[in-house]
């Protein structure tokens, strides 16, 4: 079951991406993902806007990749909460919970290392 404890200990295990840039978060993913050299993206089904189905789509989907954890940052640091499609072997709804956590550790930090006034 996907719960707010799921949600945190994913954003907790991207913390290691913190200091890769965004482009080479991009080229690892982009070389490395299999959606992008595997799948015929034309091909590639449409999910439903139902969560339970979504996951199940977005793991299949995503099953074996290597990069599902930067996949997942990059999306969270590029489209945040308008996150679509499948990024990280996750349905849309599930970023968007895990994006709102992810941020929060992200202004914690700053904080906390005085980026923030």
Aim: aromatic share 6%.
């Amino acid at each position: 079951m996907v719960n707010h404890d799921h949600y945190a200990e994913t954003a907790r295990k991207l913390d290691r991406f913190e200091a890769v840039p965004d482009d080479v978060l991009c080229h690892v993913v982009t070389r490395d993902g299999l959606c992008f050299w595997v799948f015929d993206r034309d091909a590639m089904p449409e999910l439903t806007g139902d969560g339970d189905p979504d996951r199940e789509l977005a793991a299949a989907l995503c099953a074996g990749c290597p990069v599902t954890d930067a996949c997942l940052e990059l999306e969270l640091r590029t489209s945040g909460e308008e996150t679509v499609g499948v990024w990280g072997g996750l349905a849309e709804d599930d970023r968007r919970e895990i994006h709102r956590v992810w941020k929060r550790r992200h202004i914690n930090r700053r904080t906390q290392r005085g980026e923030w006034q």
